[in-house]
Nanobody, 115 residues
Framework: QVQLVESGGGLVQPGASLRLSCAASGGTFSSWRMAWYRQAPGKQRDLVASIDRSGSTDYADSVKGRFAISRDNAKNTVYMQMNSLKPEDTAVYYC?????????WGQGTQVTVSS
């Protein structure tokens, strides 16, 4: 059974940095496309960043140049470094793992950016 466990969220001031981690177990991590999504209150869940099994990355326009997604296949972990955080980055951040036929989600971690 695949499990994704996120960590690293918290309350920070505007301009600060956070690093989110997502540890995976129960599957073939290196073959998955990994991604981070976020969902703010009253809004839909949106894609923030993704990294495929070759290491190619993609970002939402709103986070380009501020966020960086990476993966460590030896540790079955995906990371997202978030710099220059803004109040509009406040959301629950979800880790996602996708194979050809399956889609898995973590439980989410809260990121709050406020002065």
């Amino acid at each position: 059974q695949v499990q994704l466990v996120e960590s690293g969220g918290g309350l920070v001031q505007p301009g600060a940095s956070l690093r989110l981690s997502c540890a995976a177990s129960g599957g073939t991590f290196s073959s998955w496309r990994m991604a981070w999504y976020r969902q703010a209150p009253g809004k839909q869940r949106d894609l923030v960043a993704s990294i495929d099994r070759s290491g190619s990355t993609d970002y939402a326009d709103s986070v380009k140049g501020r966020f960086a997604i990476s993966r460590d296949n030896a540790k079955n972990t995906v990371y997202m470094q978030m710099n220059s955080l803004k109040p509009e980055d406040t959301a629950v951040y979800y880790c996602n793992a996708a194979s050809i036929s399956k889609n898995y989600w973590g439980q989410g971690t809260q990121v709050t950016v406020s002065s």
